[in-house]
């Protein structure tokens, strides 16, 4: 490549990579591209990748002088960009090995033909992020995604909550692909390390012994931390396909291999994937309410292009310092938001409910504002002036909380009821219509339904979920319903799996009781809960946007065409209503990355329906 002008930047694909020759001084923007110098050719050499030679080209415009070789692959990419972003926006598409073999998937997915279109970007990009939103059955699209991809062969891996190994995948497998050999990692009962360590021991001699036939191993991500030596098999297999469902959860810490994560993001890092393998992210909330964690999910899906957080932080998103010198990372830069989006289409794959399922009613929200109770808003405004209040049932005993944090997770349980103490470390939520003001409504609200007040005056009707951040306050309010005999079930994280399922199913099924209590959390995945429930209260939010539309989407889901309610209880004049401002805020944000970039207007259908 000559350089016969040094004012001119000459660009040429030489063995798979671009090589450059530039002027001096333009160090950074080839290092923003993990471009390497070639000190004997005097050459910067970069990735060969379309957002790569568009960051070149803002950075050079017309200084830039294309070789012929990079000339006709990049023509070939734009065509093949433009061929993606067809098919992405397809309400169908032709999937020849599922209907070849696996016709209840064919025909389960010809009721929802934008399933189709997901298996086939799957097939396409090898290594995707299916971000549809929850409830649109994103698990279907990854198992045909697979057998279209000629990757339905060898070992697959399966990491999921320990909550929906059985209910949803083993599930949804052997009813859609029961040509497979399918093994939960996690037995049932009595689980004990060396059960685990069997089962998986068992399934790799299976398949040494059937290696025609596909192998699906269902286990949570926990089992493949580096620092437990307990099943360093998982590490060392080449997996044909890994799935990472709600990948959120263990994904959104990960920075680079460099950088501070967890030690299951870590470990997931280290997973052997087949040279022609397949790598599927699901989650319907992939951003946990900031742009930044994105970086978690791509670095895992393609760690050869997202090598570095803070080069792909530098380029797309606002980067400041504070006055301790760290670095600051904001949102995308408003001039950087369309080469931000651009990136995203190839290996990024998100439609909401109203784009593909649009006889599905938008979810109808409405905030309640609810008047603490004087013994309740006591304790509040002390909490709230000097960082400690008095307890119920104890004279000149205070809680006291230390540091800002402290104070503001007090302040949410004050907002939600006065608290007492017991002879225990913690204080304990005093969930009635005496003492929280949110439980108060509670009751107004199930007595006009037929499920409270008087036993004459009690009917037959639709279920309601009724949901808490605070286990305590959840355990509180059952005893409650108790002692006003309203028959309920609940799920917290102390629920086992198998009990889980059982309430699960019982809730899913007519008749019995009409109330589920569910922690936030330990409810909020994996779980369908829509066969007779279209409401749901929300006690209190917690600061990510996406636990509040993950429990919604529970109920919110196409397996069932209905109108779902969701109930927003604030206290009045409290950090409710602040928490509801910075969860709104949040969500715009990545509403905008997620959707706005295809011109679909969530802001609006976010705020549809809310009542003050």
């Given at each position: 490549?000559e350089?016969?002008?040094e ?6 694909l030489?063995?798979?990579?671009i090589?450059v ?5 333009w160090s950074?923007?080839?290092r923003?591209?993990?471009g390497k110098?070639?000190?004997?050719k005097s050459?910067?050499i970069?990735r060969?990748?379309m957002?790569?030679c ?9 200084r830039?002088?294309i070789?012929?070789?990079?000339n006709v ?13 067809a098919l992405t ?11 070849v ?9 010809a009721?929802r ?19 549809d939103?929850p409830g ?7 198992i045909?995604?697979l057998?279209?991809s ?7 891996l399966?990491c999921a909550p ?12 052997k ?9 939960v990692?996690?037995?049932a ?6 059960e685990r ?7 790799i001699?299976h398949?040494?012994e059937?290696?025609e036939q596909?192998h699906?191993l269902?286990?949570?991500?926990e ?11 998982l590490?060392?297999?080449?997996w044909?396909?890994i799935i990472?469902d709600?990948?959120h959860?263990y994904?959104?810490g990960i ?7 967890t030690?299951?993001?870590?470990a997931?890092?280290g997973l052997?994937?087949?040279s ?10 992939p951003?946990r309410?900031k742009?930044?964690n994105?970086w978690g ?11 570095s957080?803070?080069?792909w932080?530098d ?5 400041t310092?504070?006055?301790y ?10 001039w950087?938001k369309?080469?931000?989006y ?15 399922v ?12 609810c008047d ?5 808003e006591?304790?509040?405004?002390q909490?709230e002036t000097k960082a400690?209040?008095?307890l119920?049932d104890?004279e000149?005993?205070?809680l006291?909380?230390i540091?800002?944090?402290?104070v503001?997770t007090?302040?949410?349980q ?7 103490n ?8 005093l969930?009635r219509?005496?003492?929280s ?12 339904r037929?499920?409270?007040?008087n036993?004459?005056?009690r009917?037959e009707?639709?279920k309601?979920?009724?949901a808490?951040?605070?286990t ?11 002692a006003?005999k309203?028959?309920h ?9 198998q ?5 699960t199913?019982?809730?899913q ?6 109330v ?5 959390r330990?409810g909020g995945?994996?779980?369908?809960l ?5 409401e749901v209260?929300?006690?209190d ?9 993950q429990l919604?989407?529970?109920i919110h889901?196409v ?14 004049d ?5 928490i509801?401002?910075?969860t709104l805020s ?14 679909v207007?969530n802001?609006i259908?976010?705020i549809?329906g809310?009542?003050?």
């Amino acid at each position: 490549m000559e350089y016969e002008d040094e004012d001119k930047v000459y660009l040429e694909l030489v063995d798979g990579q671009i090589h450059v020759k530039a002027p001096y001084g333009w160090s950074g923007v080839f290092r923003r591209n993990g471009g390497k110098w070639d000190k004997d050719k005097s050459t910067w050499i970069v990735r060969a990748d379309m957002t790569v030679c568009r960051d070149l080209r803002s950075a050079f415009g017309k200084r830039l002088v294309i070789g012929p070789a990079l000339n006709v692959w990049a023509r070939l990419e734009v065509a093949k960009e433009l061929e993606l972003k067809a098919l992405t926006l397809s309400h169908s598409a032709e999937l020849e090995k599922v209907g070849v073999n696996h016709a209840n998937l064919a025909n389960a997915m010809a009721n929802r033909t934008y399933q189709q279109v997901g298996a086939k970007f799957i097939e396409q990009q090898r290594r995707v992020l299916i971000a549809d939103e929850p409830g649109l059955g994103k698990t279907l699209e990854a198992i045909a995604g697979l057998i279209e991809s000629d990757c339905w062969r060898g070992l697959i891996l399966v990491c999921a909550p320990l909550t929906s190994l059985r209910p949803v995948w083993e599930t949804e497998l052997k009813r859609f692909a029961s040509d497979a050999h399918i093994t939960v990692g996690v037995p049932a009962h009595h689980d004990t390390v060396w059960e685990r360590q069997e089962i998986v021991a068992q399934h790799i001699e299976h398949f040494i012994e059937n290696v025609e036939q596909p192998h699906v191993l269902i286990i949570n991500p926990e089992m493949v931390r580096r620092s437990d030596p307990q099943f360093p098999i998982l590490m060392e297999l080449e997996w044909q396909a890994i799935i990472m469902d709600e990948s959120h959860l263990y994904l959104s810490g990960i920075k680079s291999a460099k950088e501070n994560q967890t030690k299951t993001g870590k470990a997931l890092m280290g997973l052997k994937l087949a040279s022609d393998g397949v790598k599927i992210a699901l989650s319907g909330t992939p951003m946990r309410g900031k742009t930044r964690n994105l970086w978690g999910t791509l670095h895992w899906l393609r760690p050869n292009e997202y090598t570095s957080f803070w080069r792909w932080a530098d380029r797309y998103l606002i980067m400041t310092s504070n006055r301790y010198s760290s670095h600051v990372v904001g949102e995308i830069h408003p001039w950087r938001k369309d080469a931000f989006y651009q990136s995203l289409d190839g290996i990024m794959l998100r439609r909401t409910k109203a784009e593909v399922v649009k006889e599905l009613p938008p979810k109808q929200r409405i905030e309640i504002f609810c008047d603490m109770t004087d013994r309740q808003e006591q304790m509040y405004r002390q909490m709230e002036t000097k960082a400690s209040a008095e307890l119920i049932d104890m004279e000149d005993e205070e809680l006291t909380a230390i540091g800002v944090l402290a104070v503001m997770t007090r302040l949410k349980q004050f907002a939600d009821c006065a608290w007492r103490n017991v002879e225990s470390p913690k204080p304990v939520a005093l969930f009635r219509p005496d003492t929280s003001g949110k439980c108060g409504v509670i009751e107004e609200m199930l007595v006009e339904r037929g499920i409270a007040g008087n036993k004459d005056e009690r009917i037959e009707g639709n279920k309601i979920v009724i949901a808490s951040q605070f286990t305590q306050v959840i355990d509180s309010l059952g005893e409650w319903l108790d002692a006003i005999k309203v028959d309920h079930m609940k799920i917290t994280g102390s629920v086992s799996e198998q009990q889980r399922v059982a309430i699960t199913a019982a809730f899913q099924s007519q008749g019995g009781p009409r109330v589920l209590l569910m922690n936030t959390r330990a409810g909020g995945v994996s779980i369908t809960l829509d066969a007779y429930c279209d409401e749901v209260i929300i006690i209190d939010e917690t600061w990510t946007p996406d636990d509040q539309e993950q429990l919604e989407d529970r109920i919110h889901r196409v397996s069932r065409i209905h109108q779902v309610t969701v109930y927003y209880l604030r206290a009045k004049d409290s950090i409710d209503e602040y928490i509801a401002a910075k969860t709104l805020s949040k969500d715009t944000i990545q509403k905008e990355v997620l959707d706005g970039r295809r011109g679909v207007d969530n802001l609006i259908l976010a705020i549809a329906g809310k009542v003050r």
